[in-house]
């Protein structure tokens, strides 16, 4: 059977990374200094990278031959790439000096230039004989398919097909690996001129500045990790007495040598990426580098301390709270979103630069109920000393809110249950967010006024155009029959800040209540939708609808999703004609999961036949549809759940097999203030959520049953 090219993706496909890897010709002594600033006792290599043949590369099909008159090198230059290893940007070697193509091979050669411990590594290592190889990273560009039984030339010879051939490609880095794609490679690294100083007569010290680390400018954790390197690292120089091979009890101190490398990696990066956000100040946040160098501040730590920074400070004495009411009750807000635990980076998206000055002010960091209570009863005109909170406190914070209020002509900007509303909207709003919901890829969103059912018509052929006849005359659309409806409900629970947490100043008691709702909310919606999914009214996926099928050649597979796409397009309008709808998005059981991925991805697949042998076949479904799994699919406390049914589902913004409806435009929970019984000293809210699902066309979904 002839071999035929993929078919065209959907979307254009981003660059795919070609590693090509190729014997070091060997490592030559460093040459005099050239007069042009380079060390002369920097070790350099040489090798042929590529001899211009056929590679087996993996995630390609075929071959892979790089045609190298169309092989160029990143930054546009034939000469200076970095030298890594493993690929890895942050872990530096060395850079080349000279890239050239000379006939049909790649010749590179270069010095190891780099200063760190990564370098070190790789000449110590080679010098004790470790055989590393060599990988050259580039990225393919243009893509030559050559099909079985036909030939294409490159690199000066003729290659058959089925092969591929990168016409263009860019040449990223070279970098040292310890086990390449091809074991036929190898890198060793010359000892160099210098000879071998003794290192077991060494201090801590001169070990240190012989490894070129400056004592002076360590902390005490470095040192306290090189301490452990080097009594690890002395013994193995020369042999003693109670160690004549010189291995210095190395099977010993593998693990702590291959811990302190981590850790020093891990360090390494993180030093890196606070440089990264300090650098961006153009050199205003020295300061802040410094020390986040020298306490181990992490990148988040780091990004806090240099937005602070940013943030404008009033001229007349620092930053300071704004004395004006409607400002401080933002910032009071604002403060009490940060005590909650919500990110500062979050926070700051809901209030100005100005509101988020005062709310990290010294006076209303770390505020709590307590300065809540405080606030409103200074707001409402009566002197509070802060200190021990009791019944008394509580009755006088309402009693200046209910003042506040009145003298406001109803609103006011000091209030208890408004600040408390909104903190609790809040915190309710990021944890509803943060669950990780999958209908809205598959479920058509509107709006509704009101909680009357609601009509919606499918898709009919009285919709569409007619010819117009010699008089112009345009005839009206009709809509036939085929209706849905759709109602909203309400979902919600009560919340109370009673006496109790106000004397406990106990914020966190208080807002887990909005949090469990805006996590409960999203997931009643979730399960709202699979409830009425799997429940298949009125046989919603059924044969009669021409989008069920079931049977032994239903389990998910590329034979499988072939069927499944051909009924779907195979869908008619209510006069026999076709609507032209593909489907957008697979969606499956959580068990299913990794396949669905791999089906989307992989452009081959080597499936298993019934007599258990492999079958590798093209698959001609990769990257047709957006793959989305729910565990609530095989989920044992819904009805009708099955851990092997699969769905292909239309893009809900054409046409919806499913429909959420929202009330006015409100597609989040909602926290409402409320009055509390008489004998009650305390507040309490109502969160609530306003949300219906409907099944909407049939023809907008497939399903398979994915078993007999």
């Given at each position: 059977?002839?071999?035929?090219?993929?078919?065209?993706?959907?979307?254009?496909?981003?660059?795919?990374?070609?590693?090509?890897?190729?014997?070091?010709?060997?490592?030559?002594?460093?040459?005099?200094?050239?007069?042009?600033?380079?060390?002369?006792?920097?070790?350099?290599?040489?090798?042929?990278?590529?001899?211009?043949?056929?590679?087996?590369?993996?995630?390609?099909?075929?071959?892979?031959?790089?045609?190298?008159?169309?092989?160029?090198?990143?930054?546009?230059?034939?000469?200076?790439?970095?030298?890594?290893?493993?690929?890895?940007?942050?872990?530096?070697?060395?850079?080349?000096?000279?890239?050239?193509?000379?006939?049909?091979?790649?010749?590179?050669?270069?010095?190891?230039?780099?200063?760190?411990?990564?370098?070190?590594?790789?000449?110590?290592?080679?010098?004790?004989?470790?055989?590393?190889?060599?990988?050259?990273?580039?990225?393919?560009?243009?893509?030559?398919?050559?099909?079985?039984?036909?030939?294409?030339?490159?690199?000066?010879r003729e290659f058959e097909g089925p092969v591929l051939i990168a016409r263009k490609s860019t040449l990223g880095e070279v970098s040292f690996v310890a086990l390449?794609?091809?074991?036929?490679?190898?890198?060793?690294?010359?000892?160099?001129?210098?000879?071998?100083?003794?290192?077991?007569?060494?201090?801590?010290?001169?070990?240190?500045?012989?490894?070129?680390?400056?004592?002076?400018?360590?902390?005490?954790?470095?040192?306290?990790?090189?301490?452990?390197?080097?009594?690890?690292?002395?013994?193995?120089?020369?042999?003693?007495?109670?160690d004549p091979d010189g291995s210095g009890g190395a099977g010993e101190n593998t693990d702590v040598i291959a811990r302190i490398r981590a850790e020093t990696v891990?360090?390494?990066?993180?030093?890196?990426?606070?440089?990264?956000?300090?650098?961006?100040?153009?050199?205003?946040?020295?300061?802040?580098?410094?020390?986040?160098?020298?306490?181990?501040?992490?990148?988040?730590?780091?990004?806090?301390?240099?937005?602070?920074?940013?943030?404008?400070?009033?001229?007349?004495?620092?930053?300071?709270?704004?004395?004006?009411?409607?400002?401080?009750?933002?910032?009071?807000?604002?403060?009490?979103?940060?005590?909650?635990?919500?990110?500062?980076?979050?926070?700051?998206?809901?209030?100005?630069?100005?509101?988020?000055?005062?709310?990290?002010?010294?006076?209303?960091?770390?505020?709590?109920?307590?300065?809540?209570?405080?606030?409103?009863?200074?707001?409402?005109?009566?002197?509070?000393?802060?200190?021990?909170?009791?019944?008394?406190?509580?009755?006088?914070?309402?009693?200046?809110?209910?003042?506040?209020?009145?003298?406001?002509?109803?609103?006011?900007?000091?209030?208890?249950?408004?600040?408390?509303?909104?903190?609790?909207?809040?915190?309710?709003?990021?944890?509803?967010?943060?669950?990780?919901?999958?209908?809205?890829?598959?479920?058509?969103?509107?709006?509704?006024?009101?909680?009357?059912?609601?009509?919606?018509?499918?898709?009919?052929?009285?919709?569409?155009?007619?010819?117009?006849?010699?008089?112009?005359?345009?005839?009206?659309?009709?809509?036939?029959?085929?209706?849905?409806?759709?109602?909203?409900?309400?979902?919600?629970?009560?919340?109370?800040?009673?006496?109790?947490?106000?004397?406990?100043?106990?914020?966190?008691?208080?807002?887990?209540?909005?949090?469990?709702?805006?996590?409960?909310?999203?997931?009643?919606?979730?399960?709202?939708?699979?409830?009425?999914?799997?429940?298949?009214?009125?046989?919603?996926?059924?044969?009669?609808?021409?989008?069920?099928?079931?049977?032994?050649?239903?389990?998910?597979?590329?034979?499988?999703?072939?069927?499944?796409?051909?009924?779907?397009?195979?869908?008619?309008?209510?006069?026999?004609?076709?609507?032209?709808?593909?489907?957008?998005?697979?969606?499956?059981?959580?068990?299913?999961?990794?396949?669905?991925?791999?089906?989307?991805?992989?452009?081959?697949?080597?499936?298993?036949?019934?007599?258990?042998?492999?079958?590798?076949?093209?698959?001609?479904?990769?990257?047709?549809?957006?793959?989305?799994?729910?565990?609530?699919?095989?989920?044992?406390?819904?009805?009708?759940?099955?851990?092997?049914?699969?769905?292909?589902?239309?893009?809900?913004?054409?046409?919806?097999?499913?429909?959420?409806?929202?009330?006015?435009?409100?597609?989040?929970?909602?926290?409402?203030?409320?009055?509390?019984?008489?004998?009650?000293?305390?507040?309490?809210?109502?969160?609530?959520?306003?949300?219906?699902?409907?099944?909407?066309?049939?023809?907008?979904?497939?399903?398979?049953?994915?078993?007999?």
């Amino acid at each position: 059977m002839p071999d035929h090219p993929p078919p065209p993706a959907r979307s254009p496909r981003p660059p795919r990374t070609l590693n090509l890897c190729a014997p070091v010709e060997g490592w030559i002594e460093a040459a005099p200094a050239t007069g042009d600033g380079q060390d002369a006792n920097l070790r350099r290599f040489s090798m042929v990278a590529y001899t211009g043949g056929p590679m087996v590369l993996a995630g390609w099909p075929h071959p892979v031959v790089v045609d190298l008159a169309g092989l160029q090198v990143a930054g546009g230059g034939l000469k200076s790439r970095p030298i890594l290893k493993d690929h890895n940007r942050s872990l530096i070697v060395g850079h080349t000096d000279s890239v050239k193509v000379e006939g049909s091979q790649l010749l590179v050669s270069g010095v190891i230039s780099g200063a760190g411990p990564v370098a070190r590594e790789i000449v110590e290592s080679s010098r004790n004989g470790f055989p590393w190889q060599a990988s050259l990273g580039a990225v393919a560009g243009q893509m030559e398919y050559v099909p079985r039984g036909r030939k294409a030339a490159a690199n000066g010879r003729e290659f058959e097909g089925p092969v591929l051939i990168a016409r263009k490609s860019t040449l990223g880095e070279v970098s040292f690996v310890a086990l390449g794609a091809d074991d036929n490679t190898s890198a060793a690294v010359a000892a160099g001129a210098a000879h071998r100083v003794k290192e077991d007569d060494m201090t801590f010290e001169q070990w240190l500045e012989a490894k070129g680390f400056d004592p002076a400018s360590l902390t005490d954790t470095q040192k306290t990790n090189l301490q452990a390197l080097f009594e690890a690292d002395v013994p193995a120089a020369g042999g003693t007495d109670a160690d004549p091979d010189g291995s210095g009890g190395a099977g010993e101190n593998t693990d702590v040598i291959a811990r302190i490398r981590a850790e020093t990696v891990a360090e390494t990066r993180r030093i890196a990426e606070v440089r990264r956000i300090c650098a961006a100040g153009g050199g205003r946040h020295a300061e802040i580098e410094a020390r986040a160098i020298a306490e181990g501040w992490d990148a988040d730590r780091t990004e806090l301390a240099v937005l602070r920074a940013d943030r404008p400070t009033i001229a007349a004495g620092g930053i300071r709270r704004d004395t004006d009411t409607a400002q401080s009750g933002r910032a009071l807000e604002a403060a009490l979103c940060l005590t909650a635990g919500l990110p500062e980076k979050q926070v700051g998206q809901w209030y100005d630069e100005r509101t988020m000055n005062a709310a990290l002010a010294s006076d209303l960091r770390g505020a709590g109920l307590h300065s809540l209570l405080y606030e409103v009863i200074r707001a409402g005109g009566e002197h509070v000393r802060p200190g021990r909170v009791d019944n008394d406190t509580i009755r006088a914070a309402f009693s200046a809110e209910r003042r506040l209020i009145q003298a406001a002509g109803g609103f006011s900007t000091i209030s208890l249950s408004g600040i408390l509303s909104n903190v609790a909207n809040k915190t309710m709003l990021a944890a509803y967010t943060a669950v990780e919901s999958v209908v809205g890829f598959f479920c058509a969103e509107t709006d509704v006024n009101d909680f009357k059912e609601v009509t919606r018509y499918r898709l009919t052929g009285n919709g569409v155009f007619e010819k117009v006849g010699p008089d112009g005359e345009l005839k009206h659309a009709g809509l036939s029959e085929q209706a849905y409806t759709n109602k909203v409900e309400t979902y919600g629970r009560m919340i109370v800040l009673n006496r109790q947490m106000m004397i406990n100043d106990d914020l966190g008691a208080f807002l887990q209540i909005p949090r469990i709702i805006g996590r409960m909310s999203a997931l009643k919606r979730e399960e709202a939708v699979f409830e009425l999914l799997l429940a298949n009214p009125a046989n919603f996926f059924g044969v009669g609808n021409k989008n069920f099928f079931s049977g032994a050649d239903t389990a998910l597979s590329i034979d499988a999703l072939t069927k499944g796409e051909q009924m779907f397009l195979d869908q008619t309008d209510t006069d026999g004609k076709p609507i032209l709808l593909a489907p957008s998005v697979l969606l499956v059981p959580s068990s299913l999961k990794v396949a669905a991925q791999v089906l989307m991805t992989e452009t081959r697949i080597n499936e298993t036949t019934t007599t258990d042998k492999g079958k590798p076949a093209v698959n001609p479904h990769a990257g047709k549809w957006k793959p989305v799994a729910s565990p609530y699919l095989n989920s044992q406390g819904l009805t009708g759940g099955s851990a092997k049914a699969w769905y292909l589902f239309a893009n809900p913004a054409d046409v919806a097999a499913i429909e959420i409806a929202y009330l006015r435009g409100k597609r989040t929970p909602t926290i409402e203030s409320g009055d509390t019984d008489f004998n009650t000293l305390g507040m309490q809210w109502r969160g609530y959520f306003d949300f219906g699902v409907a099944m909407q066309d049939f023809r907008a979904a497939v399903k398979s049953k994915g078993e007999v």
